[in-house]
């Protein structure tokens, strides 16, 4: 039967998965915090607080700028408490000749931690990752 | 899905608010209300159908071989020459036109017509092509498949797709490889209460920026004077771009 | 009668066979190169390839336009074998509806990777707008792979057999209602000189039905021939003169589509500019498209003489698959370059291409995207009669039309046309 070793691999493979997985959850379980990479999240610029709890921003800062985006766009609501203009003058990080970074960089704020979450954001493609002052520079006709 | 591409609630919560912001604008900044063509929104306040933002363009005051308005344009929207006129973005342009018949010809500035039947709102397959409540005609890139079909449908030829990677964009005008763009009749400057930037730039003030919809508006005043026509009003288009001297 | 009736083997195509893993090769070759100049578009952006803001559909559309069409086209002969009952054609419709659903897939890959924004491609589902016809080809597209998909199952599964009629007629009339949605996405776009004009849905209608049966013929006799299967002349012949005919259909409506353009004052300086203008468009659009695309098929496949010659048959396929590209590349390309009336009865010019012929020339990967979406079509094509029992073991005319005693008048015209005669099964004594 060509059948059967077929079976008997599927099953192996899920044995293996199932091994992997464990030892994955184990391992967490056991790490210290000390262990754990965590991302070099650039501080805000200092004396300012940002617009919603910090921890709150951190899980819910995607909706706040997709629902806002909508708003802006589509109906030409022109706040700016959840602007991502807002986050990245706020949030400029400047390199050692005090120019803002652009998002081509690790230090800058949104990719030091997009790029520990392994998580690509599309904002860049179109967006300006620089602050409002030091944006827009390219030689226009 | 209708009001995502015009939007014309108001509530009247709405109207206290612009009543409080026309306030506002006139205490703290008496200045800016006698060259803004209308006062700044609230920024919490959406577009409003209320307003009907036009354009009126002389024609018989566009100075040949002027393209202030095209330069004003670029700058301000961040446009990059990579110099190539084929695909390079273009928000407006001048067009010389010329009747074969007598030799006669003249050059105007054509640019998105912000139609009131637009188009390229009828045939995009994603709604990212929409229409504000106040007129202005738009494209929400964040929806944009880059499908072109809007620019096989206007009969301006006022869009442009961006055929390069983008770098460095202005923060009012964020653009990108893939997707349509045009122009936005200054949409981040009305909002504020400025005019547009090629009406601003203008030396011989040919082009003229209001609100169609407010008879008192001295846009309004002016289409009831003079003659004045849209480009391809045979189309059933109605443009809220509007010519003197076509 | 039934005792007359000979029963139809199915069989796979030898998937140990040197020769089928060499097809695989070549056509995943091809899908391969497509995804690679897809990849190198997506990359640089569009300013690598001849398009530019004035012809912005370019040679990829030119090649998906074409598969498209050809899908629909290419169920025909399940329906003339369901919807109309000619039976001849019932061991072919298998294939038929494999061959659409693979043409459409390769269609679709060279049109959606083309998009300045493939990545997106859902928001066409999450945000349709009820105006737009590509809104509704999204879902004439995704329709078509269900109801064809649906109806390929009931010829291939007894259990839902009794699906069979409903499922026959239902892809039937969504094949049509497709193809009127393609050539509406040109003929509604009121602006352009080139389309406004309903005759495009028809036209488009005419070009699927030709240039499917070409398509679909090549098919057959290279996996007939290839696997020394028997095929025989009387279904081989009907097919040769329905695609004739299908050509035909198509020269009039072409024809009527230019002399309408000619009549109209609004279109004659179009007309006048692609028919004699003497560019790239005339030439291809005359010697390309009308030579060899129609003249040549229409006495290849309608000369008497050339009844059930199969390498006539294969010359008209590749003539009529030659000269549609070249009249999609005029309606499409030639279509856009032509300049927009901006001011009616007056002279324009500017910096930017108005009035004046846009400048377009194809560049390599448009062209590698387009014929990647061919490789995509033949390669699905092809593990599809590999994996399941699409392709009867033989066509021979003993099989397909027992009744059916060949004479002189086989390779007659009437013959092609004459699909209505009952003769396959019902006339048993003649």
Request: proline share 6%.
């Amino acid at each position: 039967m060509p059948g059967t070793p077929n079976i008997r691999g599927l099953r192996g493979l899920l044995a293996a998965l199932a091994v992997t997985v464990l030892a994955l959850v184990a391992g967490a379980g056991a790490a210290t915090a000390a262990d754990v990479p965590f991302p070099m999240v650039p501080k805000a610029a200092a004396g300012t607080q940002c617009v919603e709890e910090p921890g709150f921003m951190r899980t819910n800062h995607m909706k706040l700028l997709t629902h806002q985006r909508d708003d802006t766009v589509r109906r030409g609501i022109r706040t700016t408490q959840h602007s991502l203009q807002g986050c990245i003058d706020c949030h400029a990080v400047n390199d050692a000749a005090g120019k803002a970074v652009s998002h081509q960089s690790s230090e800058h704020f949104c990719v030091a931690c997009h790029e520990y979450a392994a998580v690509q954001p599309d904002c860049f493609q179109c967006h300006t990752s620089l602050p409002s002052g030091q944006s827009g520079g390219q030689a226009a006709r | 899905m209708s009001d995502d591409r015009t939007n014309s609630e108001t509530t009247r919560r709405d109207l206290l608010k612009v009543g409080a912001a026309a306030v506002a604008a006139g205490a703290l900044a008496p200045g800016i209300t006698l060259i803004a063509p209308a006062q700044a929104r609230n920024p919490a306040e959406p577009a409003s159908a209320k307003q009907r933002w036009g354009l009126l363009i002389d024609a018989t005051k566009c100075v040949e071989g002027c393209t202030k308005c095209v330069t004003a344009c670029n700058e301000e929207m961040g446009l990059p020459d990579h110099d190539r006129a084929a695909t390079d973005p273009q928000y407006i342009r001048i067009v010389t036109v010329r009747d074969p018949e007598t030799s006669y010809s003249k050059q105007l500035p054509v640019m998105c017509q912000h139609c009131e039947n637009p188009p390229c709102v009828d045939v995009c397959p994603t709604t990212a092509s929409f229409k504000r409540a106040d007129g202005i005609v738009l494209v929400d890139r964040h929806r944009c498949i880059g499908c072109r079909y809007c620019m096989m449908a206007c009969p301006y030829k006022a869009r442009s797709f961006a055929h390069e990677v983008s770098t460095d964009q202005k923060p009012h005008n964020p653009r990108g490889k893939g997707c349509v763009e045009s122009c936005t009749l200054c949409a981040h400057r009305v909002d504020a209460g400025r005019y547009p930037a090629c009406v601003e730039i203008c030396p011989t003030g040919a082009m003229l920026f209001g609100d169609l919809n407010d008879p008192d508006s001295a846009i309004s005043r002016k289409v009831k004077e003079v003659s004045t026509a849209t480009i391809r009003g045979d189309l059933g288009t109605k443009p809220g771009v509007r010519y003197v001297g076509l | 009668m039934a005792a007359d009736k000979i029963r139809i083997v199915y069989r796979t195509l030898d998937t140990k066979a040197s020769g089928y893993w060499g097809l695989l090769a070549a056509f995943g070759l091809l899908a391969l190169i497509g995804a690679g100049a897809a990849y190198t578009m997506e990359h640089a952006g569009h300013w690598i390839t001849g398009m530019n803001n004035h012809i912005v559909w370019g040679t990829p559309h030119v090649f998906a336009v074409f598969l498209i069409v050809a899908a629909s086209g290419a169920l025909n002969v399940a329906s003339v074998s369901s919807v109309f009952g000619r039976d001849m054609y019932k061991p072919l419709a298998r294939l038929s509806g494999l061959l659409a659903l693979c043409l459409l897939a390769g269609g679709l890959a060279a049109l959606l990777l083309d998009l300045g924004r493939p990545d997106r491609l859902l928001v066409t589902m999450t945000n349709i707008n009820p105006t737009s016809i590509f809104s509704w080809n999204v879902i004439l597209y995704s329709g078509f792979f269900a109801i064809v998909t649906f109806y390929l199952w009931t010829m291939m599964d007894r259990s839902v057999g009794r699906f069979y009629k409903p499922a026959a007629m239902s892809a039937f009339i969504w094949r049509l209602i497709l193809t009127t949605g393609t050539g509406s996405i040109f003929g509604f776009l009121v602006v352009r000189e080139a389309y406004d004009a309903a005759i495009m849905a028809p036209l488009f209608i005419a070009m699927s039905l030709a240039f499917g049966k070409a398509i679909f013929m090549l098919v057959m006799l290279a996996a007939y021939t290839w696997t020394n299967r028997p095929l025989g002349t009387v279904v081989l012949t009907r097919l040769q003169r329905l695609t004739g005919i299908m050509v035909a259909a198509t020269a009039y409506f072409l024809a009527i589509q230019h002399i309408t353009g000619i009549y109209a004052a609004e279109h004659r300086a179009y007309e006048a500019w692609l028919l004699t203008g003497g560019t790239i468009y005339t030439s291809l659009f005359w010697l390309v498209g009308v030579g060899i695309g129609i003249v040549v098929p229409l006495v290849l496949l309608l000369h008497p003489q050339m009844g059930g010659n199969r390498v006539a048959i294969v010359g008209a396929s590749i003539a009529v698959l030659v000269g549609g590209l070249a009249h999609i590349y005029v309606i499409i390309i030639g279509g856009q370059a032509f300049p927009m009336v901006l001011f009616p009865g007056m002279e324009v010019s500017s910096a930017v291409f108005d009035g004046v012929v846009a400048p377009y020339a194809p560049s390599l990967p448009e062209v590698l995207l387009g014929i990647g979406g061919i490789g995509v079509a033949l390669l699905l094509l092809t593990m599809a009669l590999g994996a399941l029992r699409f392709l009867p073991e033989s066509l021979a005319d003993a099989v397909v039309a027992p009744n059916h005693v060949p004479t002189a008048t086989d390779t007659s015209l009437e013959d092609g046309t004459d699909d209505a005669s009952p003769n396959a099964v019902a006339a048993p004594a003649e």
